[in-house]
């Protein structure tokens, strides 16, 4: 109830059409509506509830007007929709870190849509994904490059070139910078950072080639926003924005081949195994855990609308992180220091 009268209350519909029956309403329509409104509240807050709403309504407008252009502007400007230049049961997409987390679920749900997925990860497929026809595997290491290029050379030969590419596979922990070792670095920015640009440079070249492809990059709100003991992640989730965003514009200005999408998706935490460990621990703190599934829906929903963009999946936190970055500094480091606590715990470890 509390998320649909958030909804409604930022609707610039449902703000405008409440508006529209308070002032310029036929009086047949506004009387019974004040007489209402009268038994609820006093004269002058009835005048504080028409401000607000006209409030309301104008950020609410602002914003759709707002994302409708950035949407405009991650597809090039361009009003042509390309979903006619996809037949889905002739798709092939790889999902890397397809057996477990988001990728198991990207898998499950494309293969539902008809799209073949070809799952790359250490682990074996899960029990309930093995027997189905639409979803092949391969078992590779994504940070051994000469391993990409084996298996990609494989896929091509036995299942054919894939359009659909998402770049999911991704690695966590929990440790301070003075506690990082080199190995534990080398393969968390493996995972999460070099694996995007192995993958691309082996199944890129196709999607050039025949002027359709969809790229997709699993980020974090960690991309925006560092905290003690996620260096490392933090820094590779920062990259991964930076690579989608270089990528985006390599494919328009180097290779002329705009027609080819990209999106970048940005999780808040989400209940897979990447935070099992500080699962409990931010649960105590008051953070809200993701449904995965509610990620798997939103890539799902992106692809098959064959678009751009950048998703902020946050509780609704997403833009005030992404402009975390443009406040001054001083507003960054007050606001920083205001939700900061004592960490010390993690030298004891």
């Known amino acids: 109830m509390a998320s649909i009268l958030k909804r409604a209350s930022f609707s610039p519909v449902v703000t405008g059409a409440a508006l529209l029956v308070l002032l310029k309403g036929p009086e047949n329509i506004q009387r019974p509506v004040y007489d209402y409104l009268h038994q609820l509240l006093k004269p002058h807050n009835i005048e504080r509830l028409i401000t607000t709403l006209k409030w309301l309504f104008a950020y609410g407008l602002i914003k759709n007007v707002n994302e409708a252009i950035n949407q405009l502007a991650r ?39 008809g799209i073949h997925v070809v799952a790359i990860d250490v682990n074996p497929l899960p029990s309930h994904l093995e027997n189905n026809p639409k979803i092949s ?19 091509k030969s036995k299942i054919g070139h894939p359009s659909i590419l998402i770049n999911n596979a991704g690695i966590g922990g929990q440790r301070p910078i003075l506690q990082t070792k080199p190995e534990q670095l080398k393969k968390l920015m493996g995972v999460n950072l070099f694996a995007h640009y192995y993958l691309v440079q082996a199944f890129l070249p196709n999607m050039l080639e025949k002027r359709k492809g969809h790229i997709i990059s699993i980020a974090s709100m960690a991309s925006f926003f560092t905290t003690p003991g996620i260096t490392d992640y933090s820094c590779s989730k920062a990259a991964v924005l930076a690579f989608n965003e270089g990528l985006s514009t390599e494919l328009r200005t180097i290779h002329r081949c705009p027609e080819i999408k990209t999106t970048v998706v940005h999780p808040f935490f989400a209940d897979t195994p990447i935070i099992a460990a500080g699962k409990a621990e931010l649960q105590k703190a008051g953070a809200k855990i993701l449904d995965p599934q509610d990620i798997s829906d939103a890539v799902v929903d992106q692809i098959l609308n ?9 509780n609704g936190f997403g833009p005030a992180m992404r402009a975390f970055r443009g406040l001054p500094w001083w507003l960054q480091e007050g606001f920083k220091r205001l939700t900061e606590s004592d960490l010390s715990h993690y030298l004891k470890k």
């Open 75 to 113: 597809n090039n400007f361009s009003l042509r929709s390309s979903k006619a230049d996809w037949d889905w049961n002739n798709e092939i997409a790889i999902v890397t870190g397809g057996s477990s987390g988001f990728g198991a679920l990207f898998s499950k749900d494309l293969s539902q849509k």
């Open 306 to 314: 064959a678009r751009s963009g950048q998703i902020l999946l946050s």
């Open 137 to 155: 595997f391969f078992k590779c290491d994504v940070t051994d490059v000469e391993a990409v290029n084996t298996v990609a050379a494989e896929i």
